[in-house]
């Protein structure tokens, strides 16, 4: 393909409507149409480049940017297909467009090329791993953070029960700091689907719960362990808490408990460290 | 002190002078102003009304409430002075006041009663101690989460230097979990400034930084330790790291560092139960 592929499309009018999927772009929730979702930043306009060119299930539709950030991202753009446009603005146009002051001025619409299946994901696990469960997040900070926390922590997928909020949502992604896009998930069924689907697998489950029988520090090492969390306040499900084993946090009594993504950074530390996964 | 004291005056009209305060809460950012700051929420008052029943430094100015969540902090409002107003509301005027719906119905003003200096603050540190030095955190949501973690694992005291932001902003206050009206904390000079002040109190200093010498687990136990975290991305100042020991936690090389709040998180957790504090 000759260079020029790669030039930027110039917007002068932000009713053109090359980029109307750009418009006022804080209020969207593109993640129920069509897999699409608003990648922002550079940093997670890296992870988004990484995945379209690593074989991996994202790539983007399309790409804005202010103009002085063209030569910053230029190495990113090169990763993608040539097919995805990538348009360039001035500050006002770039802010007209996306309907706030948007310093960053890097934006993307991702998609999703293709669905990630829960026995497709399971079944291409290594053999040592670890996954982490999530039921009931539903608030977009913690389910961002998560990522960031089983990226950090090498966790090799997240499995987020259908009562999850969509981890595709744009602030969800921002706060992962691109870690949704690579870390493979799927969001789907209730937990118990979750688990049974994991069960036969070799994995050790341990829930993470405030009244927790065992000590967090005290979980023995194991090629394959599945952490599974629930929703900051209800926590998991009294029926999960039953039938696994299950590991608490030490912490002063008599107060709330931990942030959700916070306890979940903590367990995966340990578990990673443990294992010798980090 | 009569009981009539504690009945509750009910407002009619959102412009009544007596709520002014409470008018258009979320956009007010009272803390520049007399030390004076916004509660939301029945967990956020009971720590209020620990603090003002407990000798602690802070109280309430006025009290706002939904007129269904009376009877649920019945005994909160009992802790706290008599002279205390207490206004009750339904939920047209409770929301019109406020300028948003504001679902929790559990309002007030909070002040801080007298100021807490540094000095102050180190001279009745037990001879067990784990206090918390920040510099540069200017965001809210990790203030208050420094906070909540702080609660969680024991810390004695918290120290933020003039450039992190007052974590008795309303969003700080709400994230923490009321935890900023629990641990004591100040906010004042430089990091440098701080660090010369713990100074010869018999502190094992450690600044966390993701190029940190020494493994986290690898800290030593010691009745007294002082955790230094810095800012996300540009993290702690060269000179502090070069001054004191510093501790890293394992994570996947080639990403961005932890979200700063889990990173204190996993360290406090890590330094708490070495030294039997939790």
Not at 15 to 39: K, M, Q, W, Y
Not at 55 to 64: D, R, S
Not at 74 to 89: G, M, N, R, W, Y
Not at 149 to 162: I, T
Request: a neutral charge.
């Amino acid at each position: 393909m000759p260079d020029s592929a790669r030039v930027a499309q110039r917007i002068l009018d932000p009713a053109d409507p090359r980029i109307a999927a750009f418009v006022s772009i804080r209020e969207r929730d593109l993640t129920g149409r069509h897999n699409r979702f608003v990648a922002e930043g550079t940093v997670v306009l890296r992870m988004l480049a990484a995945s379209a060119a690593g074989g991996g299930p994202f790539t983007a539709e399309a790409i804005l940017l202010l103009e002085n950030r063209m030569a910053g991202v230029a190495d990113i753009l090169a990763q993608f297909d040539e097919t995805v446009p990538v348009f360039v603005a001035d500050a006002a146009v770039f802010n007209a467009i996306a309907g706030f002051d948007m310093h960053r001025g890097v934006l993307a619409i991702g998609m999703r090329q293709r669905p990630q299946t829960l026995e497709g994901l399971l079944s291409t696990l290594p053999d040592e791993a670890l996954i982490l469960a999530a039921c009931g997040l539903s608030n977009h900070d913690n389910v961002g953070a998560i990522f960031r926390n089983a990226a950090a922590f090498g966790a090799s997928a997240v499995l987020l029960d259908e009562t999850c909020c969509d981890p595709l949502y744009r602030k969800a992604i921002r706060v992962s700091v691109g870690a949704v896009l690579a870390v493979p998930f799927v969001r789907q069924g209730t937990a118990a689907d979750l688990l049974a689907a994991i069960e036969g697998r070799g994995f050790a489950l341990w829930g993470l719960s405030p009244r927790g029988r065992t000590d967090l520090d005290d979980i023995p090492p194991a090629p394959r362990t599945a952490l599974v969390v629930g929703a900051e306040g209800e926590g998991l499900p009294t029926a999960i808490l039953a039938a696994i084993r299950t590991a608490r946090i030490r912490q002063k009594p008599g107060l709330d408990s931990l942030n959700v993504a916070t306890a979940t950074g903590i367990a995966l530390h340990r578990i990673a460290s443990l294992n010798g996964r980090v």
